[in-house]
């Protein structure tokens, strides 16, 4: 893991950082994100995975400002367990700055279990993907999204 820790550890080390942050930084409007992170985690800490969820997208937040999307990430590392598949998959389904709180939480817990952690049968199907595809299987999920005029909120539930 991250300096010898696991994800339990790397996620407090981040909220440490986030406020050593804050105290360097210049003030914005907008929640303490240390504050946040850690009231994020409890909110979801040993709940169901699908109540977690409804728990992130209702109160904590999706939104691509910092105060949401960085909170969001520690909550979904935290009802994932530390699994990154799982964080990864979690994240793309909950709707709003997805590829943020993806990045964040799948990316902190495969840095601490290690790439061999990932289930092999979703590796290996990755492995050779064709990336026009996947560039004209994005356009077409943007169109869908862009014509139902929908915040996704409602798919995220």
């Known amino acids: ?50 109540d977690g ?3 992130i997208v209702e109160l904590v937040g999706t939104g691509v400002a910092s105060q949401e999307s960085v909170p969001a990430a520690f909550a979904v590392l935290e009802i994932a367990g530390g ?10 389904n909950l709707g709003g700055d997805t590829d ?7 990316g902190m817990a495969g840095a601490c279990a290690g790439f061999c952690r990932l289930p092999r049968e979703h ?5 050779g993907l064709d990336m026009a595809q996947v560039r004209a299987l994005a356009a077409d999920l943007v169109a869908v999204r862009m014509a139902k005029g929908s915040s996704g909120k409602e798919a995220a539930a």
């Open 100 to 106: 943020t709180i993806g990045a964040i939480a799948a």
């Open 123 to 127: 590796v290996a199907r990755l492995n």
């Open 1 to 50: 893991g991250v300096a010898g820790g696991d994800w339990l550890a790397a996620s407090d080390r981040a909220v440490e950082a986030a406020r050593q942050g804050a105290a360097l930084g210049h003030w914005v409007t907008g929640g303490d994100i240390a504050a946040r992170i850690d009231w994020a985690r409890g909110l979801v800490r040993g709940r169901p995975v699908a």
């Open 83 to 92: 699994d990154a598949w799982q964080a990864a998959v979690i994240s793309a």
């Open 53 to 55: 969820i409804r728990l």
